[in-house]
């Protein structure tokens, strides 16, 4: 499960880092934006099926603070969705070097089970597996982009850490 964790991580990063470049507007202070580390905190299994984790993202902000909102991502591997991850809202400080520990919870699709997940971490290869992002960026109560992002390579985000 280990591993299982890792690509969570991962696919965090690459929630906030989608909503990062793809920001509201500032798009130069946005892009210079760094995700620093990814770590997982902590993993539990909340069910047969569910799964909660903490996840550490480090954030190198230049650019004014903004909030990322309605954090979603399915992971697939070929046209199959595995596993469904989601998140709590993000607050980024602005100008800012900082840790941000996320909560997010997390489902194995039907057709899969636990077990299935860990004998597809067993023999994991990023180049197999593709992600869909959904999320939004707001700066302040008015200013916001719907973001959505398919067909993101994994082994993509794991070359951003």
Do not use: H
Request: net charge positive.
């Amino acid at each position: 499960m280990a591993k299982t964790a890792k690509i969570l991580g991962y696919v965090l990063a690459a929630l906030v880092s989608a909503a990062l470049l793809q920001g509201c507007g500032l798009k130069k202070k946005f892009s210079e934006i760094k995700l620093t580390s990814v770590e997982v905190e902590s993993f539990k299994l909340t069910g047969m099926k569910t799964f909660e984790a903490l996840v550490d993202v480090g954030v190198d902000n230049p650019a004014p603070s903004f909030d990322v909102k309605r954090l979603n991502a399915v992971v697939r591997k070929d046209t199959s969705a595995i596993v469904r991850l989601w998140s709590e809202n993000v607050s980024v400080d602005g100008k800012s070097l900082k840790v941000y520990r996320i909560p997010v919870s997390g489902a194995v699709e039907p057709g899969y089970t636990l077990m299935e997940l860990a004998v597809l971490a067993r023999n994991f290869n990023p180049e197999d597996y593709k992600v869909d992002v959904s999320a939004r960026a707001e700066i302040g109560a008015d200013i916001g982009k719907d973001l959505e992002f398919k067909d993101i390579p994994l082994s993509k985000l794991m070359k951003q850490e």
